[in-house]
T-cell receptor, first 113, second 115 residues
Framework: DGGITQSPKYLFRKEGQNVTLSCEQN?????MYWYRQDPGQGLRLIYY???????QKGDIAEGYSVSREKKESFPLTVTSAQKNPTAFYLC????????????FGQGTRLTVV | AQSVAQPEDQVNVAEGNPLTVKCTYS??????LFWYVQYPNRGLQFLLK??????LVKGSYGFEAEFNKSQTSFHLKKPSALVSDSALYFC?????????????FGTGTQLKVEL
């Protein structure tokens, strides 16, 4: 089945630790995105990539880093510099043109303990 | 800069009644508009989109949306609501004139359909 896989579904992190969230797609999409969802704030864009080896900061990139070494993979690292990392993280992908919709993974819920 | 506003945090409607979830947008050019639905602890599912052409767009599960350029709106509608429509709905916009592929979402509207 084609789709976007995010892992793990739930993740717990101690304060001061970096953690990496996985996002893999087998849809052959060029563009990939990371969003953060908090109650009452909707989805806010962290980073997006329109092609391999290229990515751009979104609206809330501070404290996060990404890489795009392969077309199908777009991992997100939440660093210790992110002051309030507890949130629901959503990965998405799209064909890459401006007309098509994005497809979403099932999300990773990160909790800092 | 592109932006989307969903003025209602929650909409309540009785099953069988029509529903409307509101969305307004701001872009520098002509917008590409999208509606998504989210069930608890899940990702977003695409419902419909407006790119160009007919202002009334039909989508999945009986939903439709009307694009109104003069009012910069893209309200989601359904003629007869079901309890199973209860979920969180998001409007999103791309601005091809300035935003590239960036997709900006609203804050979401919780729809509650009651018997």
């Amino acid at each position: 089945d084609g789709g976007i896989t995010q892992s793990p579904k739930y993740l717990f992190r101690k304060e001061g630790q970096n953690v990496t969230l996985s996002c893999e797609q087998n849809l052959n999409h060029d563009a990939m995105y990371w969003y953060r969802q908090d109650p009452g704030q909707g989805l806010r864009l962290i980073y997006y990539s329109q092609i391999v080896n290229d990515f751009q900061k979104g609206d809330i990139a501070e404290g996060y880093s990404v890489s795009r070494e392969k077309k199908e993979s777009f991992p997100l690292t939440v660093t210790s510099a992110q002051k309030n990392p507890t949130a629901f993280y959503l990965c998405a992908s799209s064909v890459g043109d401006r007309y098509t919709e994005a497809f979403f993974g099932q999300g990773t819920r990160l909790t800092v303990v | 800069a592109q932006s989307v506003a969903q003025p209602e945090d929650q909409v309540n409607v009785a099953e069988g009644n029509p529903l409307t979830v509101k969305c307004t947008y701001s872009v520098s050019g002509n917008p590409y508009l999208f509606w998504y639905v989210q069930y608890p602890n899940r990702g977003l599912q695409f419902l419909l989109k407006y790119i160009t052409g007919d202002n009334l767009v039909k989508g999945s599960y009986g939903f439709e949306a009307e694009f109104n350029k003069s009012q910069t709106s893209f309200h989601l509608k359904k003629p007869s609501a079901l309890v199973s429509d209860s979920a969180l709905y998001f409007c999103a916009v791309r601005d091809p004139a300035g935003g590239g592929n960036k997709l900006t979402f609203g804050t979401g509207t919780q729809l509650k359909v009651e018997l």
